[in-house]
């Protein structure tokens, strides 16, 4: 009973969020971008989507918000890591943001090596992780039983391999669920000072515009956040000039069909099949 009350629901939340969907692809595409960034939020008031995302984000940078046009993007990405529309269309954003930092240098492998584990979702390195352990398990069988040597060989090599692939896929779903998890970041979407202290009359660092993500480090009761900027630097800020990446609602919504709207600009656009 429990489990058709909570089909029923779904399905009732599917019909009404349908029709604020389409009001809000059909208002992009007739460039009503205000009246499509207010109709996508209030879709995703009801959970997180992606490709909803994805569209809130060029609409923004369709009205020049690059602030939530930045914002929009990063949520997309950290829920489809694998999206590459996104990742072009958040860099082409932030590449017109007018704060530009030096990244700090660090080790090529390591680099090589965080990419490659937000590249994929935790479920992706998960499936894969399943994958090499089914592997893994018939290599071995056809080590244990097998007669010919050579291929009892080649078995026992697949079979040690699998278990590596094992091993490194469930420490990559894990570094990938922690990062998004304990996700601290967040984007600067109103023009604001970066001072020394937490006071109104405290020394200007620098102005910070719309567009820059930071990593939160602390937060007060009186509206201000300690932020490390992208070279690791740090200072206060007001709260309300910034918004996390990660939302409050966390529970994804499923739409009939999401439309991944064209593209200008240089903004990557995605087929409509998909």
Known sequence: MMIWTFLCCCFASLLAVTPVLEDADNAFLQKKYKEAIRAYETVLQQGENADIYYNLG????????LGRAVLSYERALAL????????????????????????PSEMFFITWLRNLVMHR????????ALFSLFLSLLAFGIFRYGRALRLRQVAL?????GVLCFVFCNIAAAWNWRSYAHDDRAVVVEPVALVKDSQPKAELIMDLQPGVVVRVVE?????????????????????EAI??????????????ETAVLPA???????????
Do not use: I
Not at 250 to 256: F, K
């Open 264 to 274: 200008e600009n240089g903004e990557n656009s995605k087929d409509d099949d998909r």
């Open 219 to 239: 937060e007060t009761l009186r509206g201000w956040m300690l932020v490390e900027l992208p070279n690791t630097k740090t200072g206060w800020l007001r709260s």
């Open 157 to 161: 090599g697949v079979a040690v391999l």
């Open 58 to 65: 060029n609409a923004y940078f369709r009205v020049n918000d």
């Open 80 to 103: 489809a890591p694998a999206d590459e529309d996104v990742r072009h269309n958040l860099e082409v954003c932030q590449a017109k943001v007018a704060n530009q930092f030096n990244l």
């Open 243 to 256: 918004e996390k990446v990660k939302p409050a609602v966390q529970v994804p919504v499923e739409t009939a």
């Open 121 to 128: 979702s935790c479920d992706a390195w998960g499936g894969y």
